[in-house]
Structures are given as C-alpha cells and as structure tokens.
C-alpha cells in the first residue's frame, strides 16, 4: 500500500516519498552523486551557521520592521516551496532561506529583548540546543523510536497546529485574536508547551528520514533539502521557546 506522503515526516523537505520521488538511478557514491549522513550533517551545520549569521547582523543593528518581518516570513516561505518542488536547486535555495530566515530570527529576538532583556535570546538559545542534543540522543539510543504510529501522532499533531497558525494569521488581519493561543494564563502556558513537545519530537522524525535518504541512494543534492528541513525544525522550536519564556516573563 503506498504511503501518503506526510506520513512518513511532518517535515514535507524529508519524507519517505520525497526519497522515492527523487532516487538515484545509475549514480555511485564514487561519482559524489550519492547522498550521505555526513554529507546532510555538515551542510546542516552550514545552513545554521549561515542562520547565526544573519541573525547576529539582524540583532545587533538594532533595526527591524513589521513590513521587514512579513517581508522575511513571505520570502522564507517561498524559498521553502521553491525547494521543495525543485529540489535540485536546494544548493541555491537553502543557503538563501537560512540568510532570509536568520534575520526573521534576528529580528524577532531583538523585539524580545528590548522588551525583557537578552537573557531571554540567550536562554531560549540554550534550550534549543539542549531539545536538540537531547533528541538526538535519544534517536541514537532507541529510547524514542520513529513507528508507524508515532509518525501519525506527530503529523496530526504538527498539521493542526499548522491550521492554527493559519488561522489566527488571517483572524489577526480583521483584528482578532484567536483565545488562549497568545495568553498568558495556565491554558496558554499549556498549549505552549504542548506545541513545543510537537516541534521538538519532530526532530525523531528528521533524523530518521535523514537516515533513510542515505540508506535508500538519494541523488547528493537531497542533503541541501535534508539540512534545510532541520534547519525548519529547529527555527520552529527556538521561537516558541522563545514566546514560551516571554509569557512566563510576564506573569512574574
């Protein structure tokens, strides 16, 4: 039976059918043409640093817009449907998301620091590392496993919340806000959290299709998309990390 294709990740840049669709035929890592984990790590960590980067310039020249943020939001979103439907191009496409994203990131985290100070930047900084080293560790030593059925929660999970986020985009245009998503009370706490425990167990779920990318011989130019589908990932669980600290700031 085949597999729908958010199935397999709720990260679209890396699921199963994403590896089929574009598997090697004919291609041998003497060649270069394979991909690889090592190949999907480093330029993982290139993406972020490109990130760090840009977002470092972005917090430090103390300027940022509404029309840059919807600027940022609308370019990242483009260059990541861009590389999706044509993933050959992700070598030219991620490296430009992450400049794009970094000073989305930049300049949101300058927003909160003016407002409570840079500890909160440097404390959701931190966790977002810690979310991924601990995930990671977790991956690696079978304490989470990526099943069937655990691939199923974590989609619906992460789908819904996509909605949400659509939602309260469009209500917020008319000048309404969606209740309890944004406040500060027990029961915007707890969906905070409920949301970051999705974004970071959708880490299992990069890992493992990274995995399968390199086992199944997709073509080398799959590791931009694999590093630009983490990088997604952990933007999501930084700034909700970031919010999270926010609220808590703010009932103190």
């Known amino acids: 039976m085949a597999k729908n294709r958010f199935m397999s990740s709720s990260n679209p840049f890396i699921g199963d059918n994403t590896f089929s669709k574009h598997s090697s035929v004919g291609i041998t890592k003497e060649s270069s043409g394979l991909m690889t984990i090592s190949g999907a790590v480093n330029k993982s960590f290139l993406l972020t640093s490109i990130l760090f980067a840009s977002a ?12 840059l943020m ?11 449907i861009a590389t999706f439907m044509k993933p050959t191009i992700a070598h030219i496409t991620a490296p430009l998301y992450a400049v794009v994203e970094g000073v989305l990131v930049g300049g949101i985290s300058l927003i909160y620091a003016i407002q409570l ?16 080293v601990s995930m990671l560790a977790a991956y690696k030593t079978g304490l989470i496993k990526p099943t069937e059925k655990f691939r199923s929660m974590i989609v619906t999970a992460t789908g819904a919340i996509m909605m949400i986020y659509l939602l309260s985009i469009v209500m917020s245009m008319f000048e309404v ?27 299992i779920l990069d890992f493992d299709n990274i995995e399968k990318g390199a086992k199944t011989g ?11 589908g983490l990088l997604v990932t952990l933007v999501w669980i930084y700034l909700e990390i970031l919010r999270l600290l926010a609220i808590l700031s703010s009932n103190d």
Do not use: D, K, R
């Open 177 to 203: 806000q969606l209740p309890y998503l944004h406040g500060s009370g027990l029961i915007g706490i707890g969906i905070s959290l409920f949301i970051i425990a999705i974004a970071v167990l959708n880490l």
């Open 218 to 228: 997709a073509p080398q130019y799959m590791e931009w998309v694999c590093a630009l």
């Open 70 to 80: 919807w600027g940022t939001m609308i370019g990242g979103l483009a260059l990541a």
């Open 117 to 132: 100070g840079s500890g909160i930047v440097f404390n959701a900084l931190m966790l977002t590392i810690l979310c991924l």
């Open 56 to 67: 470092l310039v972005t917090y430090q020249s103390e300027f940022f817009s509404m029309p």
